[in-house]
């Protein structure tokens, strides 16, 4: 169970740090033109973002676009789909390594 809750957590730091540098920024600006943090657009548009990206490609009959994006995708530590199977291969390299 520590195992898995130290895997998700390295994905989770990972992927922050990769939407942080990615340039979406988690210094949002509200309503009322005052900056704060906020740790939603981790959740809105990094993830439901991606998804609803190939939705879109898919609903418009963009198939070979579809395969790109999904390609391009699979290599950016921004994403957090990718992030947590970048992190799952690393942690399961290293195990295989160690014993």
Do not use: D, H, Q
Request: charged fraction near 15%.
């Amino acid at each position: 169970m520590n195992k898995i809750i130290y895997k998700n957590s390295v994905a989770i730091l990972i992927y922050s740090f990769f939407f942080y540098k990615l340039g979406n920024t988690l210094n949002r600006t509200n309503s009322e033109g005052i900056k704060c943090f906020s740790l939603l657009p981790l959740f809105t548009e990094g993830i439901i973002g991606p998804i609803r990206a190939v939705i879109l490609l898919l609903y418009s009959g963009n198939i070979g676009s579809c395969f790109k994006f999904i390609w391009f995708e699979l290599f950016r530590l921004s994403n957090p789909f990718s992030a947590f199977i970048f992190t799952f291969y690393i942690f399961k390299i290293i195990a295989e390594n160690l014993y």
